[in-house]
């Protein structure tokens, strides 16, 4: 074939799909893997993003009308506990502060105790649920590289498998074979920088969303004190 029908039939830029079409099947899977988890943390980001921003905003209006008030229990409605974790903590101070002014006589240090306990149990509570699914994020940002680069190891060793086996070092036979494999590591890249971006970037807001809980409960167990030193 002459030279210049050879350069019209070379492609012309990378084509993915034809990349992952023709690599060797532990490739393949190693690069369906991978796309995989990116979509998937790519899920989780969203869907993190969205729930993060309606719970603080919840909490900022729950937490603003639970001091406007005098009644707390008017505040603590059946859908408040499920969706506000503010609620949730308010509401393990207040039942622990009913139950110990239930009883003939009162143990204050004891009762403040409870309550300090039964809030800081409560926080840790919502900060782990909310922080769940933060761990994929770590383990895919920590594993896809190397992951990736499995495929790209194993992507090598077929290329020099070819060289062997068509006995021939010409770029013709290797570049097809190498080019698919580093397509691997970039996937796997394209999948753990963004979990790892994510990992970063929500752990520090799970953290800040857990001190605004803490700075709440310690609020409200100062209230629940006075009220405990009246009683």
């Given at each position: 074939?002459p030279?210049d029908?050879?350069?019209?039939?070379?492609?012309?830029?990378?084509?993915?799909?034809?990349?992952?079409l023709?690599?060797?099947?532990?490739?393949?899977?190693?690069?369906?893997?991978?796309?995989?988890?990116?979509?998937?943390?790519?899920?989780?980001?969203?869907a993190?993003?969205?729930?993060?921003?309606?719970?603080?905003r919840?909490?900022?209006?729950?937490?603003?009308?639970?001091?406007?008030?005098?009644?707390?229990?008017?505040?603590?409605?059946?859908q408040?506990?499920?969706?506000?974790?503010?609620?949730?903590?308010?509401?393990?101070?207040?039942?622990?502060?009913?139950?110990?002014?239930?009883?003939?006589?009162?143990?204050?240090?004891?009762?403040?105790?409870?309550?300090?306990?039964?809030?800081?149990?409560?926080?840790?509570?919502?900060?782990?649920?909310?922080?769940?699914?933060?761990?994929?994020?770590?383990?895919?940002?920590?594993?896809a590289?190397?992951?990736?680069?499995?495929?790209?190891?194993?992507?090598?060793?077929?290329?020099?498998?070819?060289?062997?086996?068509?006995?021939?070092?010409?770029?013709?036979?290797?570049?097809?074979?190498i080019s698919?494999?580093?397509?691997?590591?970039?996937?796997?890249?394209?999948?753990?920088?963004?979990?790892?971006?994510?990992?970063?970037?929500?752990?520090?807001?799970?953290?800040?969303?857990?001190?605004?809980?803490?700075?709440?409960?310690?609020?409200?167990?100062?209230?629940?004190?006075?009220?405990?030193?009246?009683?």
């Open positions: 074939m030279f029908l050879l350069a019209a039939a070379a492609p012309t830029r990378l084509d993915p799909v034809e990349l992952f023709d690599a060797d099947i532990v490739v393949q899977a190693v690069m369906a893997g991978l796309i995989l988890a990116s979509i998937w943390v790519w899920t989780i980001i969203v993190f993003t969205l729930r993060i921003g309606g719970l603080e919840r909490s900022r209006h729950y937490e603003a009308d639970f001091w406007e008030t005098t009644d707390r229990d008017a505040v603590l409605t059946k408040q506990r499920r969706e506000v974790p503010a609620a949730r903590v308010a509401a393990a101070g207040l039942d622990e502060w009913k139950r110990s002014k239930a009883g003939p006589s009162i143990d204050r240090a004891a009762a403040r105790d409870r309550i300090n306990a039964a809030m800081e149990s409560q926080v840790a509570l919502e900060a782990d649920e909310l922080a769940d699914r933060l761990g994929f994020l770590a383990t895919t940002g920590s594993i590289p190397f992951v990736g680069l499995f495929g790209t190891v194993w992507g090598i060793m077929n290329s020099f498998f070819q060289i062997g086996s068509q006995e021939s070092s010409s770029l013709a036979v290797v570049a097809p074979g698919e494999a580093l397509f691997a590591t970039a996937i796997g890249l394209f999948a753990a920088i963004p979990a790892v971006i994510g990992y970063n970037r929500f752990s520090g807001r799970v953290n800040r969303y857990e001190a605004r809980l803490q700075r709440f409960a310690d609020k409200v167990h100062a209230g629940l004190s006075r009220d405990l030193d009246r009683a």
